[in-house]
């Protein structure tokens, strides 16, 4: 067996294993995101009404599923022959090819009934395995390498794999799924399910077999231990907390603005612009400005600040969900191009805030600390997912009903009537502006820590650390020779007998 001193020292080839796990995440979650509505509600007919219902009670679940499954993995003290994390990673990649294609298997004429249990176990399955599969992969970076630098340099190495993952099914599915009439081809869709699941399962086996671990497994823990958890105590110092709030609701704005839309967004190429499979490279054109920022993000953030960057980011997306709204935005090429220079414009101005979306986060926690003198980590992280979450699980949920209630019927799939395309195409540009101006009002009036105030606040609690580091190491240190006192009057023998008092030798 290989012992520590023989392990392989870390390099190019841990950085390239380590990218290929999330691209193979992202094969498996690219299609789900993006194809999923469609493909149960025109292709399956499964009702919108039935289907944002549905697609609300999964999400519980998936509210759940990561602490449960992550303290199972953590209880397990097995030792597996290749290591737990291999192991689990493993189970969890091939759960998820064969849960991805009982989830999109197309039996469009089973009984409706039968199609609910399908899909609602197909999620169930398909997002505990995702689990099983990502969460260990997650905590994997703590046992490739203890070495601060080298965890940064795999985690950038995971963006990149992950960036990969979610453009390539961006970009080819739709001319995969879609006929020349932009109508869903079910049955190409279950052939895209097998083909993404047997290349992610791919990057995982590839992942597995050239990964490393130079760590004890058993010393990482991939959930946090549960603690006593006041609600109502938690909710009120977190809105006592406006940059915490702040920060939360342009989280909540921007997942409405971009994620709650896709399902709109995608009947509008199906049924306004009738070019479905253009809508992968026009996505991927709107979106390609946020990458841009990634370089010169410590720059920015130097000069100017964290917040005052967001702000102005914030407010070029806002300008680019009002351009949406624009009346040359016209079903056809012109209008086309009109709406690809409006959602440049919005990803524009997104790409600063999703660099530095955590750290305005680490900000508002260290804010907390400053005001109230606890820092209350847990807490403030766990509200902020919570409501995030709520934005992913309950946004989707609700443009569905929207949609139905604007006109749109899943049964016709791409041949909507042209004031329900055009419905579509308003409910697209009120998503996005009201994305970016929820995010804008958010970090300008609500989020509360510009660049001056960071430098205060983080002067001001270095010097309280220091005094309490020294205080404690004082009182280390006053203990210590304490104790050192104690065993030597402990450790004494006297040689002579105690001398008498004076007055009993005069007697």
């Given at each position: ?6 392990k392989?020292?870390f ?5 390239i294993?380590?990218?290929a ?5 992202n ?22 009404e039935?289907y ?28 597996y022959?290749?290591g ?24 469009p ?10 899909f ?8 505990a395995?995702?689990t ?43 001319f995969i799924?879609?006929d ?31 990964t ?23 909710m ?22 971009m ?12 049924s ?9 490279i ?29 702000v102005?980011g ?41 660099c530095?979306s ?15 003198g606890t ?10 997912s ?19 209630a ?12 042209l ?36 430098a ?5 609690l270095?010097?309280?650390?220091a005094?309490?580091?020294?205080e ?6 006053n ?8 065993e ?20």
């Amino acid at each position: 067996m290989e012992t520590v001193q023989q392990k392989r020292p870390f390099g190019m080839r841990d950085k390239i294993s380590y990218a290929a796990g999330d691209l193979g995440c992202n094969m498996s979650f690219a299609l789900k995101s993006s194809i999923m509505a469609l493909f149960w509600m025109q292709f399956m007919l499964l009702g919108e009404e039935l289907y944002a219902t549905l697609l609300l009670v999964v999400q519980v679940w998936d509210a759940i599923n990561d602490p449960l499954l992550g303290s199972m993995f953590d209880a397990d003290k097995r030792k597996y022959k290749h290591g737990k994390f291999k192991t689990y990673i493993f189970i969890g990649a091939l759960g998820l090819l064969f849960s991805g294609l009982f989830f999109f298997l197309p039996i469009p004429n089973a009984e409706t009934w039968v199609k609910g249990i399908m899909f609602v176990l197909g999620y169930v399955l398909w997002d505990a395995f995702y689990t099983f599969a990502n969460v260990p992969y997650g905590s994997m970076m703590s046992v490739i390498t203890d070495n601060g630098s080298e965890r940064a340099q795999l985690s950038t190495w995971r963006s990149i794999g992950s960036m990969i993952g979610n453009i390539l099914p961006m970009v080819l599915l739709p001319f995969i799924v879609y006929d020349a009439s932009n109508n869903l081809i079910g049955q190409n869709v279950f052939i895209a399910a097998i083909v993404m699941g047997v290349i992610g399962l791919g990057c995982f086996i590839f992942m597995l077999k050239t990964t490393t671990i130079r760590v004890e497994e058993n010393t990482v823990k991939i959930s946090e231990p549960s603690q006593k958890f006041n609600v109502f105590k938690a909710m009120k110092n977190f809105i006592k907390n406006p940059a915490a709030v702040g920060a939360t609701l342009a989280a909540m704005a921007m997942f409405i603005g971009m994620q709650s839309s896709a399902t709109a967004t995608a009947v509008l190429f199906q049924s306004y612009f009738k070019n479905s499979q253009a809508s992968g490279i026009v996505q991927l054109i709107a979106y390609l400005p946020m990458f841009l920022f990634m370089p010169f993000i410590k720059k920015i953030v130097d000069k100017w600040g964290k917040k005052e960057g967001c702000v102005v980011g914030a407010g070029v997306s806002a300008i680019g969900g009002i351009l949406l709204f624009n009346p040359l935005i016209t079903p056809d090429l012109t209008g086309v191009v009109f709406y690809v220079l409006a959602q440049v414009f919005f990803g524009f101005g997104l790409g600063f805030y999703t660099c530095v979306s955590w750290a305005l986060m680490a900000d508002a926690i260290d804010y907390n600390e400053w005001k109230n003198g606890t820092k209350e980590e847990g807490t403030v992280y766990s509200l902020h997912s919570f409501f995030r979450k709520l934005a992913q699980g309950v946004g989707p949920s609700l443009v569905v009903l929207i949609m139905a209630a604007l006109g749109y019927n899943s049964e016709l799939g791409a041949e909507q009537p042209l004031w329900v395309a055009t419905n579509m195409r308003w409910l697209v540009a009120g998503l996005y502006a009201f994305s970016g101006i929820v995010m804008f009002l958010s970090i300008t009036f609500i989020y509360n820590l510009d660049k001056k105030t960071v430098a205060k606040m983080t002067e001001e609690l270095n010097a309280r650390r220091a005094a309490a580091a020294a205080e404690v190491s004082e009182t280390v240190e006053n203990a210590e020779i304490a104790q050192e006192v104690n065993e030597v009057v402990d450790n004494a023998t006297p040689d002579e007998p105690p001398v008498e008092n004076e007055d009993k030798k005069q007697e």
